[in-house]
């Protein structure tokens, strides 16, 4: 469950900012289909990108819900 909360704040990040999965993979230095995977719960990000997402969205780790 965890997967799926991190899948709905990531999916409003990119959407609030205007981002295409595409766009956040380049940034992040990931493929799109890595941010797709993190959008549909199927894997988590790994810290290193965690710590990546929070720098892109100028967010602390708080701030991703990590709710189970």
């Given amino acids: 469950r965890m ?6 704040t990531l999916k ?6 205007n ?3 595409e ?4 940034r992040l230095r990931v493929t799109k289909k ?3 995977s993190w959008e ?6 790994t810290l290193d990108k965690i ?3 929070c720098e892109l969205y100028g ?3 708080d701030d991703i819900q990590w709710r189970n």
């Fill in 23 to 26: 766009e956040v993979a380049v």
């Fill in 12 to 17: 409003e990040l990119l959407e609030k900012n």
């Fill in 59 to 61: 967010l602390s780790y």
């Fill in 34 to 36: 890595t941010v797709s």
């Fill in 51 to 53: 710590e990546a997402i």
């Fill in 40 to 45: 549909n719960g199927k894997t988590l990000p």
């Fill in 3 to 8: 997967a799926v909360e991190v899948f709905h």
């Fill in 19 to 21: 981002m295409t999965q």
